[in-house]
């Protein structure tokens, strides 16, 4: 006779994880399914070829919420996060634009391309660190629903109104500009340096089907501030053992609580009886009964595939068809016999330990963006590179180094689809624009995985690919992710909650939305 | 001698703010740079023998109440508005025209997408409901966010029960629609490109975005306000022209005791110890007055008019911050004859011929003007003003309005020298004869209205006939900019009027009546 | 790397213990023997030269640079004499100080400014509108400050140019070896003293001249450590020690205004608006809510502290920055924020913020100390500043 669980969660990426590592510690029978043979979903580190790890799709870490590090003691189960000191931008005059870890040697650097910037700096990290003081607290905010009348509500909403009536007005509007405008316009009103910019706006740009001259692009350039208020020393950093090993330290304190954690589980249909959730049946057929269902997946696959419309309202299952997903980012993995050559700075140096962003000037992005708007991938696209092996020698083998290179623009839908020969032309738009920058890197290449929306999706199920499980747009943030009077976690179905990266606040390695959703559920077991 | 009140520029903003302030008893001095009232609704004889008006037949939609208000009817006003809406012509010899009447549209629409025309009744009423909510909004001073002061609570909570009215569902879906772009919102309706494209263009008026940019969904309902439901991106004329509704505004003003003078350049607005004292023209002489309110755009008024060294640099920084990239250029054609649309009646060409197959074609024309080019595809918006009024042209002549967009002020490289000004007529020419073939050779005369035309003549900057771009962070207490949202300034006595002030171009004469209301609020408090 | 002064080649072959520091991107020297005492000596007796190349300098030039500064700076810059140099603040629109600084009007057309913070961007944004130039000149000109009694007769030598004329905050043009300089008569110590601008590629030969000319006088070049002391002595404020910039402040309770840190001389209220004047018309009427002040630490409560626990008085040998609360009656009513000992006063001193009514002089405050790891209070004196103010300062 099977037991029941108290909790089921489906999907073990980081937020299936961490909503099962906080029901466990509060005392929960908890059972993760995960479909593949390793948990961590888009983070996950696979050896690929002998001897050289990847993190195959997601690869650096900013915005991990410290208060989860904290709650669940990640770094006794092995979490160690260690700094990206540098942002370098080759140019295409030969020059290159970098942020190094200090100030004062960023501030020189940048007064080689403007001095009036090298000032701006300053102020606009000021007013960045007041947006990202004021923002914190809606990340780790329920979203209150507008219309409901219900006194939670109300009062969610009066909190909410508060808090924006405190920062004061000069706050209030910079931080409405903020939510509101590109990142190209946004940052247009502090520098003159384009490839600063274009930088800059390109951490704006990541996850999302836009360019740096489309409105609502600008709220991102808070990440790189967010580490800051949270008393880390640095934005961005990259997890010891790849981004995988995030995740096998949230499944490390998962099980220490005593959950239950089942690999090669895949789940095909929730059950619902009477508008209610009795527990979800296996792809073996198996059925698994639990008080309570928690979908990490993405709405759509949740709602649309597993659950099915005939269970749903008409209304919830048109918002929910025509949220956005729109996967536009995919993933060069390269296993390296020599490190690359940069024309811009040859040789060794501290600028191969951090960011090599090749994002020279916004209408080298705005153009890559316009091949992907009419359903090509970017013919040069704009890339994040990190060499993992140079921050973390485990992840190649002596000598050798791995490289990761975040491409944008791969759109899902892709003209023609992804077939194989596409995804080889892909990957070799990636190495030629490379090339041009650091000319060594083709004899360089030992392996090379390319890794396409087509390939997100079906390797991880995230739908069309996108990393955020859906796009972080104004109209599907805060109240209204994943649909309107359902962004509290919870789901027209009882008992079937969600806890995916596609409810508030999304997006990144993150975890805020699977902590939330804990929460969420304690509270109305209660 | 000081005056009570100096109004810079006479365009139709001014007059009504002169209007409304000399309907109340204040003694009003307007001022206009050039030797017609107007502004870009001035009408001038730019091919000789036809009246052309640069801003294009349209002086934007006058708010029912304004006329009423200032009983511009009784003055001779008298508005026509044409049945067709919108004609969209088709590669192929198709076109799909959008009329006031809801019915007759979804007819219409049945031609292209069966589905699309069952949901446009659904779609037309959700549209009115937005444009309702706007309205309201759009009456009143913008309420100080997010900190209202006592005398914003009766608005805030007017507007909260206008918003809820909408009930549930469609509150939270106005919340969700307006910062969306126009190309996901109507791919949440339709499946037709034509229609699709038809509807966008009203989306992507004047503004430096192409349909996929956030915020253009916005833009659409803002130029749905105070239309009749239905009406699609409807329009009305002023028979004889937007000039004629300036002349009856500048009657109507000198009515009530308001004194006008064209010709009358200010070159300085004189601010003393943080005041505003009066007025400097051109030609030297000096105007004292208690209080100064500006039509003018914020930027020209604050970067040129008043001397730097009395506003705070950061106030100055976020005026000049204030974005109005002019994207337009305006092409008057002199046909010897009427273009032919094929399948396209006289009736369907009484408002505006949309040159927008399709959102991927917009989105396009936009492409181009991002890297500093005119659209080589570009978003045309025709009227035939003649079809009403025949007598603005020679007898069986016509004239042709364009609006090309984007023909962006920024042109890289070179600038706008006469030979890209020429190019931009060719272009409005050769691609309304791939529609109307007959086009290209019944021209008689062309002028273009560039803009940088528009900045050197009216002095409009970046010649942006909006005063600003109505994006997302450019409206309600954004606009001008933050902090500055109720018509006053930084510099006591000093006001603005005009559409750069809430709730902006597209609707004549709001923003200088809801300045004009502010203004008699605080004199009588 | 961080950059090096021109003045490198020379400071470094005098570094006996590698007590580098950082100042504004710079490596400079804190103390060059293994202590400060001596190099802090030579200010008061003798000659000290400080290289102070890392301040931030901008050439304002043209017809308008008077008035682009008058629209910034709270001094009146336009009845400034050419040869004149003005300590002056500057403040945002509500009155609160960003930085402060020296104009110096090299002619009638040409200022040059300087100030401990970047500044190109607010002068920029200052600019609209005016007819003139702004050139950032930070590292185009090499300074040099010798500070003492015998630092007159240095520079005379050094320059072969009679000095007795050149008043408190003046500046004469010069030439040390061959090399033209400005010689202003101006510095960062409280003392009779000098600073000495040049064009950095020749900046070398002027360090050597003025201490071949100086060795007969006891020259001594002295690091950060005792500069940090001296101007203890001399009530001299420094940015982001004793105030924050308005544009650097994270929130309203970080930032003065000129007021507040009783540099109220520097505002000329008279003259046409500047940025912040109406808050500064305003806030004067008000008066301040705080007062920048002295506060000497009585030496007997002190002494009596230490006793109790069978210690004689233990104090730090360098000036601190640090927060430090000062109270009255059990409330606290105040900070200081910067103190030393004064090996010439024989007294403990410090400079601090008190809130309006505990800022009038010899009022009895008290200050905490840090007696064998337990916190303590020891009576504590308001004084005006400076601590320090000879008169060959002036003379």
Not at chain 2, 287 to 302: E, G, M, N, W, Y
Not at chain 2, 392 to 420: C, E, F, I, N, S
Not at chain 2, 488 to 499: I, K
Request: glycine content about 10%.
């Amino acid at each position: 006779m099977s037991t029941t669980w108290d909790a089921i969660i489906i999907g073990g990426g980081h937020n299936g994880l961490v909503t099962a590592a906080y029901l466990a510690r509060a005392g929960k029978k908890v059972l993760v399914l995960e479909r593949r043979h390793l948990v961590g979903g888009a983070a996950v580190t696979e050896e690929i070829f002998p001897g050289f790890k990847y993190s195959v799709f997601s690869y650096v870490v900013s915005l991990l919420r410290p208060e989860i590090i904290r709650d669940l003691d990640l770094p006794r189960h092995g979490l160690e996060i260690l700094p990206l000191e540098s942002t370098v931008t080759p140019l295409d005059n030969g020059d290159y634009l970098a942020a190094w870890g200090d100030p004062d040697k960023t501030r020189r650097e940048i007064a080689r391309h403007s001095l009036r910037d090298a000032e701006a700096m300053t102020e606009f990290g000021r007013l960045m660190h007041h947006m990202a003081q004021a923002v914190k607290p809606i990340l780790a905010m329920m979203p209150p629903d507008p219309t409901s009348l219900s006194p939670r509500d109300l009062a969610g909403l009066l909190r909410f109104g508060r808090h924006f009536r405190d920062l004061g007005q000069e706050r209030f509007h910079a931080l409405y500009k903020l939510m509101t405008m590109s990142s190209a316009d946004y940052l247009d009103e502090w520098f003159e340096t384009d490839a600063l910019k274009a930088t800059k706006s390109a951490s704006g740009i990541i996850g999302t089907f836009l360019g740096p001259r489309s409105p609502g692009t600008a709220y991102v350039l808070l990440h790189h501030y967010m580490g800051e208020i949270d008393g880390s020393f640095r934005a961005w950093g990259f997890a010891k053992g790849g981004t995988g090993a995030i995740s096998e330290s949230i499944a490390g304190a998962a099980r220490r609580f005593g959950a239950e954690i089942r690999t090669e589980a895949g789940v095909s249909k929730i059950l619902v009886r009477r508008g209610g959730t009795s527990g979800v049946v296996l792809e073996n057929g198996e059925e698994v009964r639990a008080r309570v269902v928690v979908s990490s997946l993405d709405p759509h696959r949740t709602f649309l595939q597993l659950v099915g419309d005939e269970h749903l309202p008409d209304e919830f299952v048109s918002d929910i068809r025509r949220y956005k997903f729109r996967g536009s980012s995919g993933k060069v993995n390269l296993a390296l016999g020599e490190l690359p050559n940069f024309t811009c700075l040859p040789g060794m140096g501290p600028h191969l330990r951090g960011a090599m962003s090749i994002s020279p000037s916004i209408d080298y992005l705005e153009r890559a963006y316009d091949d992907a708007k009419y359903g090509e991938f970017s013919r040069a696209p704009y890339m994040d590179i990190i060499i993992p092996s140079m921050i973390d020698p485990g992840m190649a083998p002596p000598g050798k180094h791995v490289m990761s290179i975040f491409v944008q623009y791969a759109p899902y839908n892709v003209t023609g689809g992804w077939t194989d020969a596409k995804r080889d032309a892909f990957g070799d738009a990636v190495v030629e624009t490379l090339s041009h920058y650091a000319p060594n890197i083709k004899q360089a290449i030992l392996h090379r995985q390319v890794v396409t929306p087509a390939d997100i999706e079906r390797t991880t199920g995230l739908t069309e690919g996108n990393i955020f499980q859906g796009e972080l747009s104004l109209h599907q943030l805060f109240f209204l992710r994943p649909a309107p009077s359902w962004a509290q976690y919870r789901s027209p179905i009882r008992r079937l909650y969600q806890c995916g990266a596609g409810t508030h606040p999304g997006g990144g390695i993150m975890g805020a939305s699977g902590r939330l959703a804990a929460l969420r559920i304690l509270s109305d077991g209660r | 001698m000081t005056r009570e009140l100096i109004i810079i520029g006479g365009g139709i903003n001014g007059l009504v703010a002169a209007t409304y302030l000399a309907k109340a008893g204040v003694k009003v001095l307007l001022l206009e740079a050039r030797d017609a009232l107007g502004g870009l609704a001035a009408g001038a004889d730019q091919i000789p023998g036809y009246r052309c008006d640069v801003g294009g037949c349209d002086a934007g939609w006058l708010l029912p109440d304004i006329a009423a208000d200032l009983q511009l009817d009784a003055a001779g006003l008298e508005l026509v508005t044409p049945q067709a809406c919108v004609c969209s012509p088709q590669e192929g010899g198709r076109a799909l025209t959008l009329w006031a009447d809801p019915a007759r549209t979804a007819e219409e629409i049945n031609r292209f997408s069966p589905d699309d025309a069952h949901r446009w009744p659904e779609f037309t009423a959700q549209v009115a409901r937005f444009a309702a909510v706007l309205e309201a909004i759009y009456a009143v001073a913008p309420p100080q966010v997010p900190d209202p002061e006592a005398r914003d609570l009766g608005t805030l909570l007017r507007l909260g029960m206008k918003l809820r009215r909408l009930g549930k569902r469609e509150m939270v879906e106005f919340l969700r629609v307006a910062p969306m772009s126009v190309a996901e919102w109507l791919d949440d309706w339709f499946k037709s490109d034509a229609l699709k494209g038809a509807l966008a263009a009203g989306g992507i008026t004047r503004i430096f975005q192409g349909p996929r940019g956030a915020g253009t969904a916005f833009v659409f309902l803002h130029h749905q306000v105070g239309r009749p439901a239905g009406a699609m991106r409807g329009a009305h004329y002023v028979r004889g022209g937007p000039g004629a509704l300036a002349a009856i505004l500048a009657n109507v003003a000198k009515g009530y005791g308001a004194d006008i003078r064209t010709t009358a350049p200010v070159r300085e607005i004189v601010v003393r110890d943080g005041k505003a004292i009066g007025v400097a023209l051109e030609t030297g002489e000096h105007l004292a007055a208690h209080q100064v309110v500006s039509s003018t755009d914020p930027r020209r008024t604050f970067s040129r008019m008043v001397d730097a060294g009395q506003l705070d640099p950061e106030f100055l920084r976020a005026v000049r911050n204030i974005k109005c990239r002019g994207a337009v250029a305006t092409v008057h054609l002199a046909l010897s004859e009427l273009p032919r649309f094929p399948g396209v009646t006289e009736e369907a060409m009484g408002g505006a011929i949309t040159i927008a197959p399709s959102l991927d074609y917009l989105e396009h024309a936009y492409d181009d003007a991002k890297y500093g080019a005119v659209s080589r595809r570009p978003y045309l918006e025709a009227r035939i003003p003649t079809l009403l009024d025949s007598s603005l042209a020679p007898a069986g002549k016509h004239l042709v309005t364009v609006q090309l967009q984007y023909a962006p002020y920024h042109l890289r490289p070179g600038g706008w020298d006469d030979r890209a000004r020429s190019q931009v007529s060719d272009l409005v020419v050769e691609t309304l004869s791939a529609y109307a073939p007959n086009v290209r050779g019944s021209v008689v005369g062309r002028h273009v209205t560039t803009p940088r035309d528009l900045e050197d003549r009216y002095g409009l900057t970046e010649g942006h006939a909006y005063h600003g771009e109505l994006t997302l962070d450019q409206i309600l207490f954004m606009r001008p900019v933050a902090g500055w949202a109720r018509y006053r300034t930084p510099v006591e006595g000093l006001y603005l009027c005009g559409a750069g002030t809430h709730p902006g171009g597209g609707l004549a004469g709001a923003a200088g009546r809801n300045a004009a209301r502010e203004l008699l609020k605080e004199r009588r408090a | 790397m961080l950059k090096e002064s021109p003045f490198h080649p020379r400071t470094s072959a005098l570094m006996e213990g590698f007590a580098w520091r950082r100042w504004a991107g710079y490596t400079m020297a804190s103390v060059y023997e293994l202590t400060h005492e001596r190099e802090y000596h030579a200010v008061r007796s003798s000659a000290a030269l400080f290289d102070v190349t890392p301040l931030y300098k901008y050439l304002i030039r043209g017809r308008d640079a008077a008035r682009l500064l008058d629209r910034i700076v709270t001094r009146d810059v336009a009845k400034s004499k050419v040869g004149q140099v003005l300590y002056t603040t500057w403040c945002d629109a509500r009155g609160k100080v960003i930085d402060d600084g020296t104009v110096s009007r090299l002619d009638e057309t040409t200022f040059r400014m300087t100030s401990a913070d970047p500044s190109i961007r607010w002068l920029h944004l200052n600019a609209s509108g005016l007819d003139c130039t702004i050139e950032d000149v930070s590292e185009r000109i090499a300074a040099l400050s010798l500070q003492g009694p015998l630092s007159r007769v240095i520079l005379e030598q050094a320059s072969e140019q009679d000095l007795s004329g050149l008043k408190y905050f003046r500046l004469t043009p010069a030439k040390i070896s061959g090399v033209p300089v400005t010689i202003s008569r101006t510095g960062y110590t409280g003392d009779l003293g000098y600073e000495i601008w040049v064009e950095a590629p020749r900046a070398l030969p002027v360090w050597d001249a003025l201490i071949d000319s100086g060795r007969g006088y006891g020259i001594t070049p002295a690091g950060l450590l005792a500069l940090d002391l001296v101007r203890n002595e001399a009530g001299l404020l420094l940015i982001d020690v004793d105030y924050i910039s308005a544009h650097h402040a994270l929130i309203e309770s970080q930032m003065s205004t000129p007021y507040e840190l009783s540099l109220g001389w520097t505002v000329a209220l008279d003259k046409d608006r500047f940025n912040g004047r109406d808050a500064l018309i305003a806030e004067k009427e008000r008066g301040p809510a705080w007062r920048f002040m002295g506060v000497e630490v009585d030496w007997n409560a002190l002494e009596r502290l230490f006793a109790d626990v069978g210690l004689p008085p233990k104090l730090p040998t360098t000036a601190w920055r640090a927060s430090v609360p000062l109270y009255m009656g059990g409330v606290q009513v105040g900070y200081a924020t910067s103190g030393c000992w004064s090996p010439l006063l024989k007294r403990y001193i410090a400079l601090a913020h008190l809130e309006g009514p505990y800022g009038e002089p010899d009022t009895v405050v008290e200050m905490e100390v840090t007696v064998e790891h337990r916190r303590k209070r020891a009576g504590a004196t308001v004084r005006a500043l400076p601590f320090f103010n000879p008169p060959r300062k002036r003379a």
